[in-house]
């Protein structure tokens, strides 16, 4: 049987490395990345994706940036999957992380996800929370959690 294999990606390397890994255990199987828009992302970190090239004006409750992020992410994610001779599907989503992902990955038959783990600590886990212990407490399908080798 054929697995449907999600791996949500952000950007960090841990994403990446979640994403290599696919494409090293799981390169028969249809792989789906996914990225999800978080609304509330911004109002929460300090990291930014450098206001100065956001869309001035443009920008509706869902961040018209993260649309355009997530265009250069699959971008970046395709480059990848050809190199590795791989092929993988794309999806936006908007939402809380965690939540979107398992939503999304029991509203379309997946049956593994891969995932980063940004081994976030002290006040931002605190306030954020982990978004790869809240997928692997709550995911029905195995969850793979990935750290990048740094």
């Known amino acids: 049987m054929t697995e449907r294999v999600l791996v949500p990606i952000d ?4 994403s990446w490395a979640a994403l ?19 609304p509330s992302e911004r109002a ?24 355009e992020y997530s265009k250069e992410l699959f971008e970046t994610a395709r480059e990848r999957a050809d190199a590795a001779g791989v092929e993988v599907e794309t999806e936006t989503t908007i939402g809380s992380p965690a939540d979107a992902i398992l939503e999304y990955a029991e509203d379309n038959e997946i049956d593994h996800i891969v995932m980063g783990s940004r081994g976030r600590s ?8 982990s978004v790869a212990e809240t997928v692997v407490r709550r995911s029905s399908v195995p969850v793979t959690v990935a750290r990048n080798a740094e």
């Not at 100065?52 to 961040?63: A, R």
Request: hydrophobic share 20%.
């Open 20 to 38: 290599e890994y696919t494409f090293g255990h799981h390169d028969d199987n249809p792989i789906v990345v996914l990225y999800v828009a978080d």
């Open 11 to 14: 950007g960090s390397e841990s």
């Open 122 to 129: 002290g006040l931002s886990r605190l306030l954020l929370g």
């Open 44 to 67: 929460y970190t300090d990291r930014s994706r450098g206001d100065e090239d956001e869309p001035d004006g443009e920008e509706d409750s869902t961040g018209e940036y993260s649309v």
